[in-house]
């Protein structure tokens, strides 16, 4: 088995891809009411802030930030997971006899990418890969035709410009 490093900065700014396991499938466009339900519980049981977050059809990138003190994120990514997948109808669901034994729905890769942000400019450079990310995919021609994404509430806050990315 793979010894995987990850870093654990206590109160830090991480950027986080989450991926289906079938990249074929649109389960988060298509179910972002329960996405965005299953978001925002995970908020409520495991506090963190959200610098920056877009879905796409089949992964979503965003940026956590944690409360001082705590360096958890693996259990706000597992529960945030856990819960979409309970959330979504169970035909969706095809758990062969590995994933059952791991208690998987067989919705998401195993895995997830996490990155520490070091600092300012790593985390504009994140959040500039995030707002684009739709784009770069062909799923929209500019930044602002993307409506699953928080780069509206960035826009009001003077961010960005409305029309950045497009």
């Not at 299953?38 to 049981?45: D, G, L, P």
């Not at 259990?75 to 959330?87: N, V």
């Amino acid at each position: 088995m793979s010894n995987y490093r990850r870093d654990f900065t206590r109160g830090a700014h991480y950027f986080f891809t989450l991926a289906l396991q079938d990249r074929t499938k649109d389960y988060l466009i298509r179910h972002i009411d329960r996405l965005r339900l299953a978001y925002r519980e995970t908020k409520i049981r495991y506090p963190f802030e959200t610098a920056a977050i877009c879905v796409l059809p089949d992964h979503l990138h965003f940026i956590m930030r944690l409360p001082e003190g705590d360096h958890d994120y693996p259990i706000r990514i597992a529960y945030l997971k856990t819960r979409f997948s309970q959330l979504i109808p169970k035909k969706y669901r095809a758990p062969n006899g590995s994933k059952t034994k791991k208690r998987e729905a067989g919705i998401w890769q195993r895995r997830f990418w996490e990155h520490l942000i070091r600092d300012e400019q790593d985390l504009n450079n994140h959040r500039d890969y995030i707002y684009f990310n739709p784009v770069k995919h062909g799923y929209a021609a500019s930044v602002k035709e993307w409506r699953y994404s928080s780069f509206f509430r960035d826009v009001e806050k003077g961010i960005y410009p409305l029309d950045w990315g497009g």
